[in-house]
């Protein structure tokens, strides 16, 4: 992969980490000519994802891309760690296979033998990355893995994609959600930072976040010019109100 297209999967990598419970298991296995476990399976609990995400910092371009062995060593990794009840195997690349069995045909023969010899219960899902990838190989093993291709062009693409590849272990909550921030007490809001999209209103911005799922956070920055107050005294120096579609309860609910 060049320089870009390692970077996005980087940021994908980390996106993924974000999502996953303690109670998950993750393995990061990185190809070229050669294969490396980079990652055991490991929980993904505080210390866990930290060890994770020091391992796609040091992620970098390699040489060739040996996919079939990257993809096997991944279905090897699953059977020899039976821990979580639902598997899958995401396979990343470009889709310039140039090493090691490059046939798409010779490439699911070997996945097919895999599972028979191990007996393997899980998913494959694969990933192209970039404008310029090959899309049938990809497609081809996936089909054969009874997972989905996805096509992440940039970084606004990777929320969708793995809204439907995890949407086994992660639901949507709540839709349409939207927070209304307005300031109280003398205080001045100069600004809202965040890439959502904001309406202003009077004196209150209303942040559009859209759709969230279990266990996702969203930041939003405040600039604020407090005035000065007694000390030891609290001060509130925001209103706030959340609004949003509860799924589960499939009511409007506002906070």
């Known amino acids: 992969m060049k320089g870009d297209k390692i970077e996005l999967v ?22 070229d000519h050669e294969v490396q476990t980079t990652l055991p399976p490991t929980h993904m609990d505080t210390q866990g994802k930290e060890k994770a995400e020091m391992v796609i910092s040091t992620i970098d371009v390699r040489g060739q891309t040996d996919l079939c062995a990257g993809l096997l060593k991944g279905l090897e990794v699953i059977q020899e760690n039976p821990v979580n009840d639902v598997a899958s195997v995401l396979l990343f690349t470009d889709g310039h296979v140039n090493a090691g069995i490059c046939k798409t045909e010779a490439i699911i023969e070997e996945v097919t ?30 089909v054969k893995g009874s997972g989905s291709y996805f096509f992440i062009q940039n970084k606004d693409t990777i929320a969708d994609a793995f809204v439907n590849c995890l949407g086994g272990l992660l639901s949507v909550v709540a839709q349409n959600i939207t927070l209304t921030i307005e300031s109280d007490n003398g205080v001045v809001l100069n600004g809202v930072v965040t890439a959502f999209k904001k309406t202003t209103a009077g004196n209150a911005t209303n942040v559009i976040i859209g759709d969230i799922q279990s266990e996702e956070e969203r930041d939003i920055l405040c600039r604020l010019k407090v005035p000065p107050h007694p000390d030891g005294e609290s001060l509130g120096v925001l209103k706030l109100k959340l609004a949003y579609f509860n799924v589960i309860s499939s009511k409007q609910e506002e906070i």
Request: charged share 30%; aromatic share 8%; with cysteine.
């Open 10 to 31: 980087k940021e994908t990598l980390k996106f993924v980490v974000k999502q996953l419970h303690a109670k998950d298991n993750l393995s990061i296995i990185i190809y």
């Open 113 to 142: 033998k895999k599972e028979k010899e191990r007996q393997l219960g899980c998913t494959i899902n694969t990933f192209g990355f970039g404008p310029k990838h090959s899309l049938d190989i990809l497609k081809e093993i996936a």
